[in-house]
């Protein structure tokens, strides 16, 4: 008798509970907490939908509407194309498929993110996870938990902004250098609103996350939830952003799937 073809093994999995779909996606509504810039710079939207029929004479049968949203509003993909360094890489419709789906190292940082809201990332950090859990996953993600999906719930509390600016966890300019340059993976993602810390604006060179991933031909994965469902090591992420023609990214509805004993 032949031998189950591995996509049978894996329906049979996820079909029996060996295997966990969890979803790291954030609920897309008016409610979603959005970047916001200086007031000189444009703005991205917050999510609208606008009724088209709901049963009755504009559609007796159907319910649907339009919807308007920011490329980078809520769960979002950011392709190269999003920062000037890789302005003439891809766009998010041109992202390979087969990169929308890889391995995952989840980097815990949510006691330190706790107790300091502008806790850095270093890449000594990084190097200290590798000692114990091995090296981070060729051409996979690598996923910064730092507790703060717990803030979804309002705009104020995510963008923890004062008067100097947002205050929020990430990498430092050296590690985001590190990831992007020198670690096997192919992008960052993250739990808060974009993938560089809030004092990014005041780093050399700003938005250091963006300068260099996007430089290098790497992605981006924001307002990530759920991280804390998910392993050190062993899960497989399932990203899959709008494919929009010259876009600079998109909505995505981001899935990990891990294997449960």
């Known amino acids: 008798m032949s031998q189950p073809s591995v996509l049978a093994a894996l329906v049979s999995a996820l079909r029996g509970g060996s295997i966990e779909v969890v979803d790291l996606t954030s609920p897309l509504s008016s409610s979603t907490p959005v970047i916001q810039l ?67 190292a989840v980097l815990d940082f949510t006691a330190e993110a706790a107790e300091n809201p502008d806790f850095l990332v270093e890449v000594e950090h990084v190097q200290r996870w590798e000692a114990e ?60 609103v974009g993938t560089d810390a809030g004092r990014g604006h005041s780093f050399d060179p700003a938005f250091p996350c963006h300068s260099y991933l996007m430089g290098s031909d790497k992605y981006g994965l924001t307002q990530l939830q759920n991280l804390a469902a998910l392993p050190a090591t062993g899960s497989v992420v ?13 909505p995505a509805r981001v899935l990990a799937l891990v294997e449960r004993s």
């Open 38 to 104: 200086p007031p000189e710079f444009g703005q991205t939207a917050v999510f609208e939908l606008a009724e088209i029929s709901r049963y009755d004479d504009r559609g007796p049968a159907w319910y649907w509407n339009n919807f308007r949203s920011g490329e980078h509003t809520g769960t979002h993909f950011d392709a190269p194309n999003h920062w000037v360094t890789g302005k003439d890489l891809d766009d998010v419709a041109s992202v390979p498929a087969g990169r929308l789906i890889a391995p995952a």
């Open 133 to 192: 859990h091995g090296p981070l996953p060729e051409d996979g993600w690598l996923l910064l938990r730092t507790g703060w999906d717990a803030r979804g719930h309002s705009q104020e509390a995510f963008l923890n902004a004062d008067e100097t600016g947002p205050h929020t966890p990430g990498l430092s300019p050296e590690c985001a250098r590190w990831v992007a340059q020198e670690s096997p993976v192919i992008g960052l993602g993250v739990e808060t």
């Open 238 to 250: 399932v990203a899959g952003p709008l494919p929009i023609v010259t876009g600079s990214g998109a």
